[in-house]
């Protein structure tokens, strides 16, 4: 299997902004646009035009001012949604629609009341609509999680002769495992026969926590692109997280792949998308979280401090966070209390850590993290009574 780079599609302004209380005005999806393509990302999907006359206009201004990322406007298999999403874009350097229509049984039979023959029709249709504006199309197959292989492989033959350059196959509902969603790219790559005229790509959704999982065995099974957000934010439990598929392929290097991802920008660019969707960030998120860096546990924090990759795999530094934490709890065992005396100027030596540990103990049972404040006083009196003894 050949390997190689593996496309980022950053969909936070459009699938991310879909989280209630995270809508973004013109002037706050061009800024956060911006700094993705600073970050690397490879293809910014920049809203929905046909949705709304701001949304529109969001995505005709990102179009214009988007230098080097590909460019993307959603629509649904509908010829004036391609056709808004097209004149939203005409001035993007590199403009890309993506299209496409619900393909598993729920969407045909509960969604549009149709059959499979008439939704394959209408897929290669809007394909065809989407190839008058640009030759950058995307399909997307709506529910292709829970749709039939046989047919799914139908379709993605179909709009790939009709002109599709990428296609998505989307975990819709967060619903397969992640050996489910590797087979069911697998299954395309050897059952779809021109598969190799397009880029497969990956949109997990997070409902039963395996976004990343899914995202990841998909590349693994062929797929060549991810679709993902800044913080995970999405429909209901949220998309791939961009952070997690990126630092998982830059861990994992065994696995042949890697992306254009300045990480350094990624937890900067987190915390900008949280102070501006309004959305916190929680504190054991992987990568972002505040506490991704920190060690109270003292077995933890006994074997950092000897070598840092004993509990953590990634530096700080390397995704932009702060430097590691030692946080002091009851937790926390001589080691880290004397780290960080040492930190706040304090030359103990091992019997005066054991004189302080039960001192220590006792504040430390009585709040939930022991700050420096609390060290401070603690060293204070210690060195009087001491002095004095």
Known sequence: MSTGKVYIFDTTLRDGEQVPGCKLNTKEKLELALKLEDLGVDIIEAGFPISSPGDFESVSQIAKNIKHATVCGLSRAVQKDIETAAEALKYAARPRIHTGIGTSDYHIKSKFNSTQDDILQRAIQCVKWARNFTNDVEFYAEDAGRTDNVYLAKVIEAVIKAGATTVNIPDTTGYCLPYQYGEKIAYLVNHVPNIDKAVISCHCHNDL????????????????????????????????????????????????????????????????????????????????????FSHSSGIHQDGFLKNALTYEIINPEEVGADSSKIVLTARSGRSALAYRFQKLGFQFDRNDIDQLYNNFLSVADRKKEVEDTDLTIMAQQYQTTTATA
């Not at 899914?214 to 590349?219: A, E, L, P, Q, R």
């Not at 065994?254 to 916190?280: A, W, Y």
């Open 209 to 292: 926590g395996l976004a990343t999982a899914n995202s990841i065995t998909g590349v693994i099974a062929g797929a060549r692109q991810i679709e993902c957000t800044i913080n995970g934010l999405g429909e209901r439990a949220g998309n791939t997280s961009l952070e997690e598929v990126v630092m998982i392929i830059r861990q994992h290097k065994h696995l042949g792949f890697h992306t254009d991802i300045k990480t350094e920008q990624l937890n900067p660019l987190s915390r900008n998308v949280s102070d501006t969707m309004r959305m916190p960030v929680q504190p054991n998120k992987a990568i972002v979280g505040s506490n991704a």
